[in-house]
């Protein structure tokens, strides 16, 4: 039987995600296989942060490189115990200190929900998320399609902080593009800690190809494409 809060929720998640709602003949998106492009590519821009990386600035207002990649971390853990139906305790979701290593440390917690999502009947479970809404439970393909559009953003945000660029194929930008769009605005937007900011105006982006369509991933969810550390970071 469903949860009974997805009566409540149904607009809710159509309106944040309707890019896994596929109507008759339409392919459907392997969210599992885009979350996994993503995580992997945070990954790889984490991984190229050396000692003396750690205490630089990040887009993520207040955020260092080492308090951005700590929070990624424990959303992983957090997101893989929502996939095993253990996400709605706040103690899954808590920040942990990258002290040693942050990067292995990051890599470790990316190998957790990499594992949980893979699982056979993943797409079968509902997720609970705390963060997103204490009192409700989520369709997988629709959580998970809030962590891919995380870590879309947040490996360009850790990859800002070192001067470096992502690499996303055009089809992981054009599956991020109209969930960014539809992340609803609002008071949500402007309290402390939150994911996004608001919107940001896209500026010359014109969204003809993946290079303008990231820059209108970012501007919809608060960042500056042109967001770089500021000098001496």
């Keep these: 039987m469903a949860d009974d809060t997805d009566l409540t929720f149904q607009h809710h998640q159509d309106h944040l ?17 885009l979350d996994r492009i993503a995580v992997l590519e945070s990954v790889r821009v984490v991984r190229s942060a050396g000692p003396g990386d750690w205490d630089r600035p990040s887009p993520c207002s207040g955020w260092t490189l080492r308090r951005l990649v700590e929070h990624m971390g424990a959303q992983h853990l ?19 200190s990258y002290a040693d290593d942050p990067a292995a440390r990051y890599r470790e917690a990316a190998d957790v929900v990499l594992d949980a999502f893979a699982e056979p009947d ?59 769009l539809r992340v609803p605005g609002g008071e949500a937007r402007v309290r402390p800690g939150t994911a996004f900011r608001p919107a940001l105006p896209a500026g010359g982006a014109a969204g003809s190809g993946s290079a303008d369509a990231f820059r209108l991933v970012l501007s919809a969810l608060g960042r500056s494409p042109d967001w770089s550390p500021p000098h001496g970071g």
Excluded: C, M
């Design 17 to 33: 995600n309707p890019l896994y709602r596929p109507t008759k003949g339409t392919p459907t998106v392997d969210i599992v296989q």
């Design 78 to 96: 957090g997101f893989a115990a929502a996939a095993r139906g253990q996400g709605a305790g706040a103690a899954v979701w808590r920040t942990r």
């Design 122 to 180: 993943v797409l079968e479970r509902r997720f609970a998320l705390p963060e997103i809404n204490a009192s409700a439970t989520f369709a997988a393909s629709t959580a998970i399609g809030f962590h891919f559009i995380d870590y879309v953003v947040h490996s360009w945000d850790a990859a800002a902080s070192l001067g470096l660029r992502t690499g996303f194929p055009a089809d992981v930008v054009e599956a991020a593009l109209p969930i960014a």
